[in-house]
């Protein structure tokens, strides 16, 4: 089927390798040394990774707490406080125009 | 026969195939090394192969294929490169000129399938059964690659067309 032509020797001639190359190449081998070609690889798949991870971390949304407020009246003030957070004064309940100029902010947990 | 024996009696056939393969002997190295190590880890983590030349000619002929893909979709690239290269001087230019290089060039402009079957008959000197199997044909198959890509590459080197040397 293969039976040798003088192409199959020139072809041979021309790709000889050295002997320093075969030494070099099965050395390496059998140290077990990673190739540059293979630590090329792995740094191909690092930079590709890194290309479409980062894009996909920068788009990503932050997480939003979700937020329970509590409203109650006391005498003329609106009482908004959070759980564990900020307590929210809101003056004048009965003229809501001044309310939102009237917001005062304690400091967390505490109540009035 | 021992491991070293082994890696000793492939690799030179493997470096001829993957340099034909690739056509640049530092990758073509590479690529070898990487084909033997795969046998020493599997040596010694499972004993040998069935086949030892088998598998590591599997191994190097895959990596070979990925190396190429990965050569052309650079190739934009090193177009750019190589416009603000400096141009090759008289050493490089004769080295161009080589046997050497002309069969490399001609090897590349083969087909795929043809050039493979020539390497790793005539040059990774594999049985003819061995090679079939390797690249998955029947080995009719084999026999047709085989003298397309004698007969195209002869063509290219300018040659004959090659003759069957008697036995």
Known sequence: MNDETDLDRRLRADLEPT?????????????????????????????????????LLLLESPRRETATLNITNSGDLVLVTRAGHHAILGGAAADPARAPQSLVLVRPGATP | ????????????????????????????????????????????????????????????????????????????????????????????????????AATLAALDRLPRPEREAILLVAAGERSGSEAATLLGISPSALKMRLHRARRRLSEALGEAVPVKRSP
């Open chain 1, 19 to 55: 002997p320093e190359a075969v030494a070099r190449v099965v050395a390496g081998a059998r140290a077990g040394r990673p190739s540059r070609h293979l630590a090329a690889s792995l740094a191909w798949a690092a930079a590709v990774l890194l290309a479409l991870g980062l894009p």
């Open chain 2, 1 to 100: 026969m021992t491991l070293d024996a082994i890696l000793a009696e492939l690799a030179p056939g493997l470096l001829r195939f993957t340099l034909g393969l690739l056509g640049e002997r530092a990758v073509a190295e590479e690529v070898a090394q990487d084909a033997l190590a795969a046998l020493v880890v599997r040596w010694q983590r499972h004993g040998p192969p069935e086949n030892a030349a088998a598998f590591v000619f599997a191994i190097a002929r895959r990596r070979a294929g990925r190396e190429r893909l990965k050569r052309r979709l650079l190739v934009p690239l090193v177009l750019v490169a190589n416009r603000f290269a400096p141009v090759p001087g008289p050493e490089a230019l004769a080295v161009g000129r080589s046997q050497v």
